[in-house]
């Protein structure tokens, strides 16, 4: 029996899915565990579709006997290194030429922001690319930066396979062992998810103020 032959039948065990989960078990119904793989590369294109979502679906899927567990972690990291690798060629081909460009064009930012990034890019890139795989919203945005400043796509490769592959397997397994409680999951890691937009919207709003109330703030300094 085929992953990509048996349906998954969720409809069973849950009176209406719908949503996310409704879409993600139509894929999964459709194609098998190559089904959960494009849901999760989408993710990664898309990251207002959740992986804690589709990833513990997929294990609760599994534990069905729906699809295997190995098909299920296979396909679920071939989807994230997909998506991931199309961003970064979305990275590469807009270029450092272009980024500066659209910098100087947007208000309060300034080349030399770029210049730092890139700096801080150089010395903790390879960090950033593997720990990044397990932080909503950065795990879909690293691969822009990464394309940009070209890290090598064997490199990328690499990192984006081993974080994909730990966070997947993290959330695929627990999504196996709660079996119909799957949505557990996705209540826990709904916390960590708004956590991290919190920290992400005070650093923005720092960044704003700060460089508003700077003296000369908002004046953007030439290449």
Same mark, same amino acid.
């Given at each position: 029996?085929?992953?990509?032959?048996?349906?998954?039948?969720?409809?069973?065990?849950?009176?209406?899915?719908?949503?996310?989960?409704?879409?993600?078990?139509?894929?999964? =119904?459709?194609?098998?565990?190559?089904?959960?793989?494009?849901?999760?590369?989408? =993710?990664? !294109?898309?990251?207002?579709?959740?992986?804690?979502?589709?990833?513990?679906?997929?294990?609760?899927?599994?534990?069905?006997?729906?699809?295997?567990?190995?098909?299920?972690?296979?396909?679920?990291?071939?989807?994230?290194?997909?998506?991931?690798?199309?961003?970064?060629?979305?990275?590469? !081909?807009?270029?450092?030429?272009?980024?500066?460009?659209?910098?100087?064009?947007?208000?309060?930012?300034?080349?030399?922001?770029?210049?730092?990034?890139?700096?801080?890019?150089?010395?903790?890139?390879?960090?950033?690319?593997?720990?990044?795989?397990?932080?909503?919203?950065?795990?879909?945005?690293?691969?822009?930066?990464?394309?940009?400043?070209?890290?090598?796509?064997?490199?990328?490769?690499?990192?984006?396979?081993?974080?994909?592959?730990?966070?997947?397997?993290?959330?695929?397994?627990?999504?196996?062992?709660?079996? =119909?409680?799957?949505?557990?999951?996705?209540?826990?890691?709904?916390?960590?998810?708004?956590?991290?937009?919190?920290?992400?919207?005070?650093?923005?709003?720092?960044?704003?103020?700060?460089?508003?109330?700077?003296?000369?703030?908002?004046?953007?300094?030439?290449?």
């Amino acid at each position: 029996m085929t992953s990509s032959s048996v349906p998954v039948h969720l409809a069973e065990s849950s009176e209406d899915p719908g949503g996310i989960a409704g879409w993600a078990t139509d894929l999964m =119904e459709a194609l098998g565990a190559p089904g959960a793989g494009a849901a999760i590369a989408l =993710e990664n !294109l898309f990251p207002p579709l959740p992986s804690e979502v589709i990833l513990p679906l997929a294990g609760f899927t599994a534990s069905r006997g729906d699809m295997s567990l190995w098909a299920a972690l296979l396909w679920t990291t071939i989807g994230s290194v997909v998506g991931a690798m199309a961003l970064y060629w979305v990275g590469a !081909l807009l270029g450092r030429e272009r980024l500066i460009a659209i910098a100087a064009k947007l208000p309060l930012v300034k080349v030399a922001d770029i210049e730092k990034t890139e700096a801080w890019f150089s010395k903790h890139g390879a960090k950033a690319v593997f720990f990044g795989r397990m932080i909503p919203i950065f795990r879909s945005l690293i691969s822009i930066p990464a394309g940009v400043e070209r890290m090598p796509v064997g490199t990328f490769l690499l990192l984006t396979t081993l974080g994909s592959a730990i966070w997947n397997t993290l959330f695929v397994l627990a999504g196996y062992r709660l079996g =119909e409680d799957w949505e557990r999951v996705t209540d826990l890691v709904s916390v960590y998810s708004k956590v991290v937009l919190v920290v992400v919207v005070l650093a923005v709003l720092a960044f704003v103020v700060f460089r508003v109330t700077r003296a000369g703030g908002g004046k953007r300094r030439a290449s």
